[in-house]
T-cell receptor
């Protein structure tokens, strides 16, 4: 089945130690999104790639970076994680239908990041 | 700019009872409307979508929603819930131009036996 896969499902890192979360997709969608979701809150968009074009949200901290080496993969890098960065990180993909309508986003199961 | 308000943070209901989860939105441009469900420690799964056409849309697991343009609402309904429907439900709007989604804060549906 076509899907969005996030690895690892659970990640523990130390305060200030860089960490990378990965996302891969077999849907061949041209848009990939990264969301941060804290407990009992809505997902918050950090940034997204439209093909190779990177689009950062205005309130995303500089501590968060992203890479998309090809259509299938996208990475979220947190350069110096703080305690406040502990959250679920969700990757999603989407694409434009032929009529110009946006498809619903397809989500991975997320990576839960803990900071020690 | 667009925003989504889910009017109930928690909805407890007994098994086999009907349920309605309320969602209002605002936007200065055309939007698409979605409902997603999230089970513990999982990602979001699409329940249903409204893009255009008929204002009553049917989704998976017996859910349906009605788009009301004049009231800017997109309420989710199910005539008879099951224990397995216990989950977090998110209403979302997507800007038709930019493809970016805004999510509501979620409604926790708890189905009791």
């Amino acid at each position: 089945d076509a899907m969005v896969i996030q690895n690892p499902r659970y990640q523990v890192t130390q305060f200030g130690k860089p960490v990378t979360l990965s996302c891969s997709q077999t849907l061949n969608h041209n848009v990939m999104y990264w969301y941060q979701q804290k407990s009992s809150q809505a997902p918050k968009l950090l940034f997204h790639y439209y093909d190779k074009d990177f689009n950062n949200e205005a309130d995303t901290p500089d501590n968060f970076q992203s890479r998309r080496p090809n259509t299938s993969f996208c990475f979220l890098d947190i350069r110096s994680p703080g305690l406040g960065d502990a959250a679920m990180y969700l990757c999603a993909t989407s694409s434009l239908w032929g009529q110009g309508a946006w498809q619903p986003q397809h989500f991975g199961d997320g990576t839960r990041l803990s900071i020690l | 700019a667009q925003s989504v308000t889910q009017l109930d943070s928690q909805v407890p209901v007994f098994e086999e009872a009907p349920v309605e989860l309320r969602c209002n939105y605002s936007s200065s441009v055309s939007v698409y409307l979605f409902w997603y469900v999230q089970y513990p420690n999982q990602g979001l799964q699409l329940l249903l979508k409204y893009l255009s056409g008929s204002t009553l849309v049917k989704g998976i697991n017996g859910f349906e929603a009605e788009f009301n343009k004049s009231q800017t609402s997109f309420h989710l309904r199910k005539p008879s819930v099951h224990i397995s429907d216990t989950a977090e439900y998110f209403c979302a709007v997507t800007n038709t131009n930019a493809g970016k989604s805004t999510f509501g804060d979620g409604t926790t549906l708890t189905v009791k036996p």
